[in-house]
């Protein structure tokens, strides 16, 4: 590309950017500690810096390259740095993702205690089409049907989009034909996500997108939840869900309650933490 064909990026794109950037690394920090069983105060210590420094950097605040090859350091663990086409990254993977089964064990547990059959990780095809469902409920008499999809992060969401999109399309005729139900009256489709500091920040700076992908409220997957269900029709929602929460706490929150929300859990390493110190992984 010459000089003259060159348009530089406006601001708004390049925070953004760094915003991403500084999350992931953040991220990528705190798993390592975690992973080593070390505490925060240790990690700071080991590495030369401050408490303070190695909390904001977990939650996703930008620092200097000196501070994260500090940390990075320290944990022993190689600071990398690619330049990658966001479209043409691989998806996030659950195996191996603590967080992630632990709401997938939360949800079966709810969803059976209301005596509804549940499957964990399920897979299905349609034609040519193949995939696996993280978890989904049904009830046979009444022909309904919910599908949940768990993240904990948001590494690419045109991926998680259309991930989503594949399976609402797809999943409930080819699971219908396998479980013996013709035609579903209602199909309640979710996708859960960890209740989090960084899960609230790409809410906020995409909401409309969200609000496309799941334009329904939060009263369909309620009805599941607190039920019984007896909803018709087909539904597309969104919650926050926290794993980890007390029997004080409210287990989950729909979209329509994003404003004024508090995070649950500052990123993916501090649940794990909390998950770690409930017993609960």
Known sequence: MSPASFVAPPPAAIRAALVALAVEVGQAI????????WSRARLAEAAGVSRSLVYLVERGEPASIEAYVRLASALRVRLDARLIDPRRRAGLSVAGDPVHSAMGEVEATRLRTRGLEVAIDEPYQHFQFAGRADLLAWDRDRQALLHIENRTRFPDIQEAAGSFNAKRAYLPEAFGARVGVRRWASVTHVMAMLWSAEVLHVLRLRRQTFRALCPDGSE???AWWSGPERRSGTWSTFVLFDPGASSRQRR???LDALEGLRPRHRGYADAVDTLRRAGLV
């Open 220 to 222: 369909a997957f309620a």
């Open 30 to 37: 705190g798993e390592a500690r975690v992973g080593r069983g």
């Open 252 to 254: 989950w929150v729909g």
